[in-house]
């Protein structure tokens, strides 16, 4: 698995399924064209941008490179990074037939290909280099805490989800699963135990 320190945007989840066997990191759906309207979105690329930045990562075909101009406009250029998948022709397993422009996405991409991609890019892979991750180890937020805190997998763990979502100024719909690597990526345990205890003490939905 490749540690990128990048947050990695692609078009949908089919895509994040295929890229999360081969990127330990933050990975992030633009739901296809729904990103254009989705401004609680957005909102979370921008603090992610500058915390960590961004790599745009779509499909090769028209509708991508739709999406990655909307992101270029959208996005603070000095802190995003643009990687291309190679135009190849097929179609996916799990479709009948080709897309409209007979193109593999990135669904369909080999996970060498995809490294390759990601390099080009100027990915910053943490555990080859300086590795930032071992010169500054720190407690992760893991599922077991969320389940702790009540924030899944206990009644009342959506509205306290989303009590400390608005709390946070995170998109609301994130699910447990697309939460946790956010969390990890904007904030550290101590913050974010601080911001528990906050929403605790405040009654919201508690």
């Given amino acids: 698995m490749l540690k990128i320190k990048e947050a990695i945007v692609v078009e949908g989840r089919y895509d994040k399924n295929t890229l999360s066997q081969l990127v330990d990191g933050v990975i992030l759906e633009t739901s296809g064209f729904g990103i254009f ?7 979370l690329l921008r603090r992610l941008a500058g915390q960590r930045g961004i790599i745009v ?17 959208a996005l603070p250029a000095g802190q995003v990074k643009h990687a291309y998948i190679p135009d190849q022709y097929g179609k996916e397993r ?45 407690r992760e937020i893991t599922k077991a805490d969320l389940f ?21 100024a995170l998109p ?11 969390l990890n990526a904007l904030y550290s345990y101590e913050e974010f135990a601080s911001a528990t205890a906050g929403c605790e003490s405040s009654g919201h939905a508690w």
């Fill in 37 to 43: 309207k989705d401004e609680e979105r957005l909102a």
């Fill in 57 to 73: 990562l779509t499909d090769s075909d028209g509708a991508g490179f739709v999406i990655r101009n909307f992101l270029k406009g």
């Fill in 94 to 138: 799990r479709k009948r037939a080709p897309g409209k422009a007979g193109k593999l996405g990135v669904e369909g991409m080999r996970p060498e290909v995809l490294e390759r991609a990601l390099r080009r890019a100027g990915a910053t892979v943490l555990e080859e280099g300086k590795g930032e991750a071992r010169r500054q180890p720190r």
């Fill in 148 to 168: 702790a805190l009540g924030l899944s997998g206990a009644p009342g763990a959506t509205q306290r989800r989303q009590a400390l979502l608005r709390s946070l």
């Fill in 172 to 182: 609301e719909h994130l699910s447990a699963n697309a939460l946790l690597p956010v």
